[in-house]
């Protein structure tokens, strides 16, 4: 294990700290989000914990929980009381772009059925402004799609169609997905209310005001951030 590894399951084990008997839970995807389900299974396993059911926010972490035993559940309309995801960046604010992994509207339908909700990951994922390392993924329906890139185009921002027109990336719904990158900072609350009204747009990967709190691990151990409204 790598010490990106390490770290990134350094802060998954503080979040899964988090997690008590009878939760029903909400699991994240991504490398970071894996040790998340890992050590989830490992303490179920163990019998640390018991009765905890779990709602994945893709086919992948559905795998991966269905093979270490974690029972799985659709979203209960009463939502969930916890849910743990990575992230590709976040601030100090814990304002957060994700869906690198292609994810992002199912964690994001995860992420605000919680009440409570938490960002794990390494101390690379921490920056200044959101867009700094990371480009703004946005899943677009098919139909259309070149239609919908250049309304994006008029956002600001250069839209890629991930994978190409030739082999796109295609996301758990079907849905393809375009990363956004803009040559400098943007108002990310603007960006997201911009992105809601375009037609073809079926969700973005900004996680704006969501998180209750994040650990982010480092060489220098794991650092816990709390949401400033918290």
Do not use: Y
């Not at 802060?11 to 998340?36: Q, Y």
């Not at 027109?165 to 609350?189: K, S, W």
């Amino acid at each position: 294990m790598d010490a990106s590894d390490r770290w990134k399951r350094a802060a998954a084990l503080r979040a899964v700290e988090l997690v008590e008997s009878g939760m029903l839970v909400g699991l994240g995807t991504g490398s970071t989000a894996r040790h998340f389900i890992a050590d989830l299974g490992a303490r179920l396993s163990a019998g640390e914990l018991g009765d905890v059911r779990a709602v994945p926010s893709s086919e992948e972490s559905e795998r991966q929980a269905l093979a270490l035993g974690i029972p799985i559940v659709d979203l209960p309309a009463e939502g969930l009381d916890l849910a743990v995801d990575g992230m590709d960046e976040v601030t100090d604010e814990l304002d957060a772009i994700k869906g690198l992994g292609g994810a992002l509207t199912r964690e994001k339908i995860v992420a605000s059925a919680a009440r409570r909700f938490v960002l794990i990951g390494d101390d690379r994922k921490r920056v200044a402004r959101l867009g700094e390392r990371a480009p703004l993924p946005v899943e677009v329906v098919r139909f259309g799609v070149n239609r919908t890139r250049a309304l994006l185009r008029e956002l600001g921002a250069e839209p890629e169609l991930r994978g190409g027109a030739q082999t796109p990336a295609v996301t758990d719904n079907g849905n393809l997905i375009v990363d956004l990158r803009f040559d400098g900072p943007f108002d990310a609350a603007a960006v997201a209310e911009a992105l809601a009204a375009v037609p073809g747009v079926v969700e973005h990967g900004l996680f704006l005001g969501m998180a209750e709190r994040a650990f982010i691990a480092g060489e220098a151990g794991v650092t816990e951030l709390v949401a400033p409204s918290s």
